[in-house]
Every structure is written in structure tokens, then in C-alpha cells.
């Protein structure tokens, strides 16, 4: 017991002092806004409309769309974001509730002063948010793409494990999380690296994932106005989180969203007067 008390011991000062040092290493990309006593980090780049909102995966972040949001920077204005508690966002103080991140999101863009209506694209639990958004706020939804994945999310015991492993140093000495977010560019691949050996972002990631199949249940419930294009595409994951994170999968989600965004400015103009 002495002996697995000091390995614990000497894994938890090593996960505080590497964690440390990598917080002064890493550089937001973004801003923060406020969203009602807490803060959530926001990334938003390119001139145009519609203005695309991209929501993450179960434990993603914003780092995960960095194949994916320079593209569509080029044509139009792109967000990305961190959910409460994930990467750089803060959190409120009354827990987790799926149903609450589309009420953020709203506030978010609101308070950031980013205008819609949007095309909300979501990956995998992503996917549920975004939709629910459009089911809530039809007149600021333009067209939704939903970015699904073809494997069974699984994880279980282990994925409840991250936030306790990450603490003690042994997710980080095994690479366990590191090589999720290596088909990432240079900058965003280690940023994401490095959120996902964080206890802080794997407590929230572990709650996200453990009731994901709860969320999508109860989000399938809601109606979505039939006026509101959806989009779906197909992707694979190569882990847990699932990040896209391979230029491919990059390049067909793209393609998807370019089309939706085509779609919704002829629609625009064709209701123009004359």
C-alpha cells in the first residue's frame, strides 16, 4: 500500500507540474463572452453569409475543426467553440444537463454579436445540440449538417476512468489520449493533446460520452420546422473522442457544408424583390 500510494503520489506531481507548464505553452485562438456568470471560448474567422457554427463531438473542442474551418473561413464567417467546461470554457455551477448547451449556444452567439440565421453543423453528439437548436430557435436556423459516425460509441467504465487516470499521471504516461488528435494540424493536434490529458476537460468529456445515447434519445423528440433543410453525412472515427481528424474525412464534410451554404444563398437570393 506505501508503494502504490507513493507511485500515486509521484504520477499526480507529475500530471500538476507538465499540466502547468503546458497551460503557459498553448495559445487560445479565440475569445471569451460572457453566457450568464461563466465563460465560454469562441473562435470565429472569415467575412460572409450564412455564418457557419460548427459544434464538436462528445469531449471535442474547437481544435477538432481545424482541417475543416480555414476552408470554409475562405467564403464565409466560421465558429467554432468549447462547450462549458471543455477546453478553455468555464462552466456553471449546476452541472450537466445536454439540454442546457443549445440555450448556451444561443447566448453565446447572441452576447458575441454573431448574427444568423446559421448553418449549424454538429458531429456525432454534436449533432443532437444543433439539432435541438434548430428545434428551439427555427428563425435563426438557415440549414443543419449533421456529421454522424458509423461505429457503436462504447467506452463504459473507462470513459467514467479518464478523469481519475488523467489525475494520477496514467493516461499521459501511456499515451492513451495523446495519439486521438495526431491527424490535426501541428497547432491544433497539440492543443488537443494536451485538453485531453486535463482531468478538468476529461470530467466533463467522461459525463458528455457516458449519456450521449440519453440525449440523443430525448433530442430525436423534438421538431424540427420542415422549412429547415438537414443535411447528413457519414463519417468513421478512429477513437474516443471522435475528432475528424483526417484530412479525408476533412474534405467530404466540407463538401457537404459548401453545398448547404450554396443552397441557402440561392434560397436567399430567390426571395429577393425583383
Known sequence: MAVLGG??????????????????????PGRFVDVGGYQLHIYCVGQGSPTVVLEASAGGMAAAWSWIQPELAADTRVCSYDRARLGWSEGSADGYSWSRVPEDLHTLLANANERGPFVLVGHELGAVFV??????????????VLVQETGTRSGGLFV???????????LRAAGTLSNVPAGLPADASESARIFLNRPDHLT???????????????????????????????????????LLSTRDQAEVVTQVIRDAIDRVRARQDASLPG
Open 7 to 28: 507511485l500515486v503520489l509521484v504520477g499526480a506531481t507529475y500530471q500538476g507540474v507538465v499540466t502547468s507548464l503546458e497551460r503557459r505553452e498553448i495559445e487560445r
Open 131 to 144: 439539432r435541438d437548436f434548430a428545434a428551439r430557435f427555427g428563425s435563426e436556423t438557415a440549414a443543419v
Open 160 to 170: 467514467r476512468a479518464w478523469p481519475w487516470l488523467a489525475r494520477v499521471g496514467l
Open 204 to 242: 466533463r468529456a467522461a459525463i458528455e460520452l457516458s449519456s450521449a445515447d440519453e440525449a440523443e434519445a430525448d433530442g430525436l423528440c423534438r421538431r424540427v420546422d420542415s422549412a429547415i433543410e438537414i443535411t447528413t453525412v457519414s463519417t468513421t472515427s478512429r477513437g474516443l473522442p471522435a
